[in-house]
C-alpha cells in the first residue's frame, strides 16, 4: 500500500476553496485515483454537529478533519480537505500528522470574498451575529511556504485546479500526464524556490 | 481499488470489545490488510470531544464512526469499529451505508461485564452520576443476525479474535489461509442459517 496524500486547501471565507477542491476531485477520480473530499459543511454535518464558530470551535473542527485525513491518507487515499483553517500553528501540526500534506492558499481579497459569500457569513459576522470571524474579527494567518499558492479572484478554477494537479505531478506523489499544462516550468521553479523539488 | 470491511464490534460496556479489537488488528495486520482500528477512547478524544454519555450523544458518536468507517471501508480498507452502539435501527442505519458491514456481537452478563470495568463507569451509572448507562439505565438492543456472535466470558480474546477472522474468510471478504482453525464447519453452518453464505 502506497501513501495516500493530504491536499489542505486554506483560505479565508469565501474565497473559493471548495468550488476548486471539488473540480481537483474529479480531475483525480477521473485518473482512477482513489479520492475522498472533506468539505467544510458536509464535515460539520458528519463529524462537527453541534460545534459553533468559535475559535475554540473551529480549531476542533480543523482538528477532526486532520484525524480523518491522516486515516486516509496513511492507506493511500487522497484526501481533500477545504476549510478556512486560520491559524498556521494548527495547520503545521497537522502537516506533521498526516501522509503527503500539501498546503493550497487560496488567497483572495477580503472584498472579493465578501462580494461572493453566498452563505450571508460574513453579513453575520459584520452584524455581530458571528463573533471570531475569520478575516472580519479574527485573524487569517497566511501560509508562508504554500506548495500551491492561487489568486482566486485572477484565475479560473479550471486553472487552479489544474495548477493543483501539475503540482502533485511535480512533487511526484501522482503519475505524470502530459496534458499540455502551460505554467509548468513556473510552478517548478517555485517548488525549487521553496525548497520543495 | 478492491472495496474494504467494516467490522463492527458491539456489546455492554466492559464487554470486552476493545481487546477482541486490538488482537483482530493484530491479525488482519499480520496479513499485510490494510487496517484501521476506532476504538471508543480514542475516537471521543479525536472526532467526539464535548459530547457526553446521555442517549442523543452516544448516538452522535456511533454516527461519527460510522462516517468514518464508510470513508475507510469504501476505499478498500477494514475499519475495525469498537462501540457500545446499543441501537439496533442505529447498527442497521451505518450497515446501509458502508462497505461490507460485518456485525460482531460481544456477548457478556451484566454482571461479568460490571465486575471487569477498569473505567468504573458502571459504579458510576449505579451512583447516578452518568444516566442513561446502557445495561444500567437504558437499553442494550441484542443483534439478531450478527455475522460473529462472541461469548467473552466463555471464550478467550485468541479464540474470539479467530472466530472473527475465520468469519471473514469464509464470507469470502478476505483471502483463506489453512491455519487449522478447530471450529470452521460450525462458523460455517451458523453464516449458512443466517443467510449470509
Not at 458536509?42 to 475559535?55: A, C, M, N, Y
Not at 486560520?86 to 500539501?102: D, G, L
Not at 492558499?105 to 472579493?112: H, K, Q, T, W
Amino acid at each position: 500500500m502506497t501513501s495516500g496524500i493530504t491536499l489542505w486547501f486554506t483560505g479565508v471565507p469565501a474565497s473559493g476553496k471548495s468550488a476548486i477542491a471539488r473540480r481537483v476531485r474529479e480531475l483525480l477520480a477521473a485518473r482512477g485515483l482513489p479520492v475522498e473530499l472533506l468539505d467544510g459543511p458536509e464535515v460539520r454535518q458528519s463529524l462537527s454537529r453541534g460545534l459553533g464558530f468559535t475559535r475554540e470551535d473551529r480549531e476542533e473542527n480543523v482538528r477532526r478533519i486532520g484525524y480523518v485525513a491522516k486515516l486516509l491518507s496513511r492507506n493511500g487515499v487522497i484526501a481533500i480537505c477545504a476549510a478556512v483553517s486560520p491559524y498556521r500553528a494548527t495547520r503545521e501540526e497537522i502537516r506533521q500528522h498526516v501522509s503527503n500534506f500539501v498546503e493550497i492558499f487560496v488567497d483572495c481579497p477580503l472584498e472579493v470574498a465578501e462580494r461572493r459569500d453566498t452563505e450571508g457569513l460574513y453579513a453575520k459576522a459584520r452584524a455581530g451575529v458571528i463573533e471570531d470571524f475569520t478575516g472580519v474579527s479574527d485573524p487569517y494567518e497566511r501560509p508562508e511556504k504554500p506548495e500551491v499558492y492561487i489568486r482566486s479572484d485572477e484565475e479560473s478554477i479550471e486553472q487552479s485546479a489544474a495548477k493543483v494537479v501539475k503540482t502533485l505531478e511535480l512533487l511526484q506523489l501522482i503519475p505524470q500526464v502530459d496534458d499540455g499544462f502551460p505554467d509548468a516550468d513556473d510552478l517548478r521553479r517555485r517548488l525549487r524556490g521553496l525548497g520543495y523539488i
